[in-house]
């Protein structure tokens, strides 16, 4: 059965590494972070944002994570990612997701924790894990300058009076990084980081790490990042690979055709992903 992300990332303290959260939003992609896992022997975290459910139907999403999970040898996690109300992480929760991020950091900082608290009154009460978020981690596509970015990244004595307040499971940081695909290669604050995990003794969670060159992913690894978001390596993967099989045969028109060797490309990325992680083997 799915087991909560808390369960992966206590295990990930112990060992010092981090545990892939990868996005799905159909079929495909779901069979590819599992077969991924499974060749690496890697524990893994099936997430779902509020588009994907959107797209794919929420019963759709929990159906083929539980199929996954029946099947799967490995430990696999449905976590909800960048959840902004209540009422829709409740949803989810009624749905069967093991574990999901409560992200109000859009909100002032005494509305977050409160939205927070509110989730996991529930979310204890069912054994499911909550990831809140503090600072604001936005997208490469806003225009948002380096110095206006920096004033967005999460201040260490707040995340430190959050986790008092909230004792949430997991924290998503702002420390440099954004959701998409960066223009150029960004600069992570690890400074900060340091700060913030010397502050506070939960797993942090890096998002946009797509992008992100693999020694700054295994130096964040080192200062105490226990889950790591992947979305976009992977859309670049399947798509690029549909393109070329597209360009290639022009008169293609079976779908497996097309798709089959996407999936084949999103394995292959993501199981480099899991080795950079240091989660391979440890399943
Ligand atoms: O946090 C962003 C993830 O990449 C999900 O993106 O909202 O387009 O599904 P999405
Ligand atoms: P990327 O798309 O930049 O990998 O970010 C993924 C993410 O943080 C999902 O929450
Ligand atoms: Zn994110
Ligand atoms: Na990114």
Not at 61 to 67: D, G, N, Q, S
Request: one cysteine or more.
């Amino acid at each position: 059965s799915l087991v909560p992300v808390s369960d992966l990332l206590r295990k990930a303290e112990e060992g010092k590494y981090a545990v892939g959260a990868f996005n799905c939003n159909n079929m495909e992609i779901v069979q590819a972070i599992i077969a991924a896992a499974e060749a690496e022997k890697a524990p893994v975290i099936m997430q779902a944002s509020q588009g994907a459910i959107k797209y794919a139907g929420i019963d759709y999403i929990t159906a083929m994570a539980r199929v996954a999970a029946e099947k799967a040898s490995i430990p696999v996690a449905l976590h909800l990612d960048h959840g902004t109300s209540f009422e829709q992480v409740m949803q989810c929760i009624r749905h069967g997701f093991s574990s999901v991020m409560i992200d109000g950091s859009k909100l002032p900082l005494e509305e977050n924790i409160d939205l927070t608290n509110r989730v996991l009154a529930v979310a204890r009460a069912v054994g499911v894990s909550v990831e809140a978020e503090l600072g604001k981690i936005g997208g490469t596509e806003d225009d948002i300058s380096v110095t206006d970015r920096e004033a967005l990244m999460t201040d260490p004595e707040e995340a430190k009076y959050f986790v008092e307040k909230t004792g949430v499971d997991s924290l998503a940081v702002a420390i440099g990084t954004a959701h998409g695909r960066y223009k150029g290669e960004p600069k992570l604050d690890f400074e900060r980081l340091q700060k913030i995990r010397s502050l506070v003794n939960i797993p942090i969670v890096l998002h946009g790490s797509s992008g992100v060159p693999d020694d700054a992913i295994k130096t964040a690894i080192e200062l105490g990042v226990r889950k790591v978001n992947i979305d976009t390596n992977i859309r670049e993967a399947f798509v690029d690979k549909c393109r070329e099989v597209l360009a290639k045969y022009p008169d293609e028109i079976d779908p497996r055709k097309v798709l089959g060797p996407a999936k084949e490309a999103a394995i292959e990325i993501i199981r480099e992903k899991i080795r950079v992680f240091g989660s391979n083997g440890k399943a």
